[in-house]
């Protein structure tokens, strides 16, 4: 069992010695990460980072050179990516990924594939288990649609709807499956500030009706420091920063990667 | 709609049954028929799940070889069995999908295409060679036991089968890998999995469609089934528009039909055809039904019309 003693907060995910290359080029190196249940963690880096690595090594698009991933007291490392989301980890795209062809509805369900509960000749045959199902999750679907104001568009194809709305459509796919921890790639990527505000109030708002815990990409301030608990600064693939958000201004190493040598030598 | 289907058959068996339609024309109807199985099934992969296989001549000549093979050599002849065959043709022609897709869709795209083009080649030669099936001289002695009314059940039944899956839970994990393969794996669809059960479908009803070819021409070498047969099946996807269930069944009929009906022009015939394929492609890129579905194959519970 691993639990963290000191206030009897439930660990949920932990990383362990991380590292990943892509030839010579080490895009990850060492990286550990402990995220306790209903947390909100920023993992903050300037491009080229290493960010995304991390959440494509966690969900099993990558498997990781070195290193273990824990989740829930179980190794997810080394699963294929549908496993580790039947695990209850969801994940969004720094650049939307929906399904262009489909409509938001089928967007959305198509996440419940994992839970799929009848066999093959069930749908040729249109049984009753194919429509209990089916009911089912169309329901539960179009719920959670409506909990993002989207029941009204359910219908119409997902690349039609404006950017706002299709990362809503994304968040609501990957909530579909009950996740109990949500990695959000970039979502604030392509906004502008009045934009990043709401979806500052989105994600905390997330957090509370679905109850899940997050990790976040950013590479801006801003968004970060606005949401997020705990924060973990990478550069080139190395930790410098890892803490309270609170802390972040008093690191030298994360103003030097941010806003230069000149800056941090000022502040002296 | 039940009702109609039911009439149709009705005319098909009444037509069987009293030898009513003309010779030709009911050839030509059950061309239509296994071209419209052979379209719709290929479908499933190169235009649901948009990878492109080349290699449904091979899993129609399996089809083909097997189920003559069952009705000439193991079941007794007697039209009765003919649907165990077809069946047993389209079982032998899903298991060789089976273990074709498994390596596969380890490629993607052109690796696919190439793998496919190879199985084609591969199951070619082996029928060539093999001495039990009259190698290159073709298999003979194969009985007519294709008629109307069967034609008829298998399209309508593969059809109804293939929209079914296209619209459940399994067609969405097909939808979905064609149209992001790598989110598609982080929403939990096994697309793995979804691959090669699309590919054994696919080629069951390439099989079935072999078998009915086979009992319709009472003849087949290996030569029937070269690389121009799946040619003819991918032209005719297209020319529908792929990704469509009208679209296949149109483009099927169409191409079957004006094949049939540019006969006076000769050798000219192969010359015209393609080029009219060339302007379909250049004014319509996306075939006939431009991806466009018919309402009556959308499920009530998933039409939602066009409303704005």
Known sequence: MIMDEKNSTKLLFRVNGLSHSFGGLKAVSNFNL????????????????GKTTVFNLITGVYKPDEGEIIFKNEYIDGLPSPAIIAQGIARTFQNIRLFKSMSVLDNVRTAAYGNLSYPLWSAVFRTRQYHNWENRVRGSSSAILEKFGLADRMHEQAASLPYGQQRKIELARALLSKPELLLLDE?????????????????????????????????????????????????????????????????????????????????H | MGLLLVAGFAAAFVCDTFNLADQYLAQIIMYIGINVILTVSLNLVNGY?????????????????????????????????FPLSLFAGGICAAFLGFMIAVPAFRARDDYLAIITL???????????????????????????YTNLSGVYLCTIASI?????????????????VRDDEVAANLVSVDTKQVKILAFVISSFFAGIAGGL??????????????ILKSTDILLMLYLGGSGTIIGSILGAAIWTVLIEALRFLGIWRFVFAPVALVMLMIYRPLGI????????????????????
């Open chain 1, 34 to 49: 402990s995220v306790d249940s209903g947390a909100i963690w920023g993992i903050l880096g300037p491009n080229g980072a």
């Open chain 1, 187 to 267: 979502p604030g990527a392509g906004m502008n500030p009045a934009e990043l505000h709401n979806l500052a109030e989105l994600i905390l708002w997330v957090r509370k009706e679905f109850g899940v815990t997050i990790i976040l990409i950013e590479h801006r301030m801003q968004l970060v420091v606005k949401l997020c608990d705990y924060v973990k600064v990478l550069d080139f693939g190395e930790t410098i920063f890892d803490g309270m958000t609170s802390g972040l201004g008093q690191s030298e190493a994360v103003v030097k990667a941010y806003f230069g040598e000149d800056q941090a030598d000022a502040r």
């Open chain 2, 49 to 81: 799940m948009g990878e492109f296989s080349v290699g449904h001549a091979a899993f129609m000549a399996v089809g083909a070889y097997a189920a003559s093979f069952f009705s000439v050599s193991v079941f007794p002849q007697n039209p009765a069995f």
């Open chain 2, 118 to 144: 190879a199985l084609i080649m591969i199951t070619k030669s082996v029928l060539e060679n093999l001495p039990w099936f009259g190698g290159p001289q073709g298999y003979h002695g194969i009985q007519k």
């Open chain 2, 160 to 176: 109804m089968v293939i929209r079914n899956i296209v619209y459940s839970n399994f067609g969405r994990g097909i939808i979905a």
């Open chain 2, 213 to 226: 070819f086979a009992h319709l021409i009472q003849f087949i070498n290996p030569r029937t089934f070269s």
């Open chain 2, 289 to 308: 039904m431009g991806g466009r579905e018919w309402r009556l194959f959308i499920p009530k519970e998933n039409d939602h019309g066009r409303k704005k």
